[in-house]
Structures are given as C-alpha cells and as structure tokens.
C-alpha cells in the first residue's frame, strides 16, 4: 500500500500499520472498494484517511469518553465508522458531507458494522448546516476533512458548539510539506491557519506528522 504519510518510506509505512490495530473484515473491506473506486478514476485516491490514523481516531474517541461527535467531510465513510465504533450505547454521530455517491457507500458500510443507528448524515453546504446547528456546547469530539479553504470557518462555527475539553481533529495540515512552500489557495489556507491556532488562546493544540498531517485542538 502507498504510505500516506509523506514522511514515511513504503517499508516504514508497513511496519507502523503491523504494529497498529489492524482494520477488521468490515473496515478493511471498506477500504479495499474505496481504493477500486480510485483506480477506476471514480475518486481520488488521497481522499481516505490512512488506516493507523483510523485506529488512533476510533481510540481516542473512546479514551476521551465522547458521546457526541460530529464529521466535516465524509467521503466513503471509513473516518466516520471508526469514530462510530468508538462511541458507547447511545451515542451519536453527525456527519456533513455533500456528495450522495461516495456517502451511499458509507452508508452500506456503517450498516455492515452495525453502527448505522449511531450515524446521522446530512447532505448539503457543511458549513450553512453547522450554522444552523444550535450554537451551545453539544460535541465531545470533532473531525474536519473537507475543503481546505473552508476549515477556518470550520473551526470557527465548531468552538462555541464543542463541549470543554472537546477534542477537534482537523486532518491534512501539512499539505505533504507545502506548508514550507504554499503552491496554491488550499496550502495559502492550511498555512494561514495552522499559526493563527497555535497563538489562539481559546484552542491547546498540537500539529503531528501522522500521514499528511493532524492536528489535534482541546477547547480550553
């Protein structure tokens, strides 16, 4: 498989996933259409999150006790079904997306893990949805991974609907290391915002080279 992470080697990048939680029958599944979707040039091939970074998300969703959580960009679903599994009896998760195509398939695939009834997805402009959610502590856990112009508004409508201690994960923000050399909007963007967050007094946050990068806000 083709690391991820720009900053691993290929030989690297296997012995991180072997010594990782390995995705089950559903997930690994999941992750196989996905990539035969690439390969028949039906969606991008970098749109996936890689699978250690779903072993991390779906444990941190646990560790942090998080009943309520809420997605920003779902593609087929493979974020969002680990989330899912993380969350205990009776919790919830949202997940904004405007694409009916590759969110059928996650679909299918929450519904294959029995998770389906923990996950509420809404098509539409993610950003007029998550402004006409109401704007009062809701969310345990957030995760962004949707057009990189839109994540400072992301992060912006997300604080004041993030419960205290809630945990915002925004992937992508090191652009395969063009935040050294912006080439275009989306890098401009990720850039712009990775320096206003690290002197905002509102977010704790750190930026971790995890695939393309992540960075990980804790609401002060």
Known sequence: MTPRSFLLSAELADY???????????????IAETAEMAA???APPTLQIAPEQGALMQLLTTAVGARRAIEIGTFTGF???????????????????????WTAVAQRYWARAGV???????????LETLRGLPAEPTFDLAFVDADKTGYAGYVEELHPRMTANGIVLLDN?????????PRDESDRALVELNAALAADPRWETA???????????RKR
């Open 79 to 101: 974020s969002a079904l680990c989330i899912a599994r993380g969350l205990p009896a009776g919790g919830s998760l949202l997940c904004l997306d405007n694409d009916a195509g």
């Open 116 to 126: 389906a009834d923990r996950v509420e997805l809404r098509l539409g402009d993610a």
């Open 173 to 181: 923000t090191l652009r395969s290391g063009r935040v050294l050399d």
């Open 40 to 42: 028949r040039g039906e």
């Open 16 to 30: 991180v996933r072997a010594s990782s939680e390995p995705p089950d029958e559903v997930a690994a599944a999941l």
């Open 207 to 217: 930026l971790m080279p995890l695939s393309d990068g992540l960075t990980l806000l």
